[in-house]
């Protein structure tokens, strides 16, 4: 059963990635319906109380903990979720999609580099070999290959508000390694969801134009539908799945997967009936390879001690 393990991780982080991929394009047909903050507030929302029923039928056991362990649980979820969340919404209002994007790019290697700091350990050359290779290919599905659009770049508001979400979601992922020693995957999960639900309205409601409930039930069939998939399976599931992730391999390998996200997120919307180019496919499988080829070395390596032994 042990040695499954990490494949079945594998697969739940593929599960995840593809779930956060696919929301991309389904959830800019949604905003056609609804404003960011009620979309944001309704998927957390609609997640946390999903996993506090899952809790109460099955009756597991609530694990008793600190003022201060709840009150680091609830910095985590706000600042990583919710923080998240709030900045990348509000920066591309002043940013476009492209700019938003390549930054998000930057995610899984200021994780791992954060990490090998606060560890004190190198990164081996497998990492860095998926890092770069990952980072290569999903600025060539972002930018359609263009290095125009690279040597355009240029920062301004919305940018460093997408940074600051994008170092958000990075501290998330290494503390939520941390707090995985302490508390199980589950209720991390639901306790970062109600922090995120509640910032979210927080901020909504100081913003005073704040009407979640009316543009929820102004909703098409197909855009209501939308909504219950991202706080659903989205959500629930590819945040329980990221967690468990990160807790069985550790931020750096983990972050790595990060990189998938937009490439499902072209898939999804090629399925969507949007077009995908040619180079756009190549990126794809270039961050692919970058993420399959470390794990075919480690296989190899073990298969090779394996035979030694015998």
């Known amino acids: 059963m042990k040695s499954h393990t990490p494949y079945l991780t594998f697969v739940c982080l593929l599960i995840c990635v593809f779930s956060w991929g696919s929301v991309f394009p389904i959830a800019k047909r949604v905003l056609e319906e609804m404003s960011g903050e009620s979309l944001v507030f309704w998927r957390f929302t609609i997640a946390a109380v999903t996993l506090a029923l899952y809790i109460a039928f099955t009756r597991q056991a609530w694990l008793k903990l600190s003022l201060g362990q709840y009150t680091v649980i609830a910095l985590v979820g706000v600042i990583g979720v919710g923080g998240l969340n709030l900045a990348l919404f509000n920066g591309l209002q002043h940013t476009s999609a492209a700019n938003g994007a390549l930054i998000m790019a930057l995610s899984p290697l200021v994780t791992s580099i954060v990490n090998a700091l606060l560890q ?11 890092l770069v290779g990952g980072l290569a290919g999903v600025l060539l599905v972002i930018t359609n290959g263009s290095l125009q659009q690279l040597l355009n770049f240029s920062v301004n508001q919305g940018d460093l508000m997408v940074a600051a979400g994008m170092f958000a979601w990075s501290g998330y992922t290494i503390c939520s390694q941390r707090v995985g020693h302490w508390l199980p995957v589950l209720p991390f999960t639901l306790l970062s969801m109600i922090a995120a639900s509640v910032s979210m309205s927080v901020v909504g409601l100081g913003r005073g134009e704040f009407h979640p409930w009316q543009e929820l039930m102004g909703l098409s069939m197909i855009a209501f539908s939308s909504v219950l998939y991202i706080g659903l399976f989205a959500t629930v599931l590819g945040y329980l799945f990221w967690i468990n992730g990160v807790k069985a391999l550790g931020p750096a390998k983990a972050s790595v997967f990060f990189n998938l996200v937009p ?8 399925a969507m009936g949007q077009a995908v180019t040619e180079i756009q496919l190549v990126g794809m499988a270039i961050v692919i390879l970058a993420l399959m080829l470390p794990m075919l070395v480690n296989l190899r390596a073990t298969r090779g001690l394996v035979v030694k032994r015998c």
């Open 120 to 130: 004190r350990e190198w990164l081996s050359r497998q990492q860095v070999f998926s």
């Open 263 to 270: 490439v499902f997120a072209a898939l999804t919307a090629l």
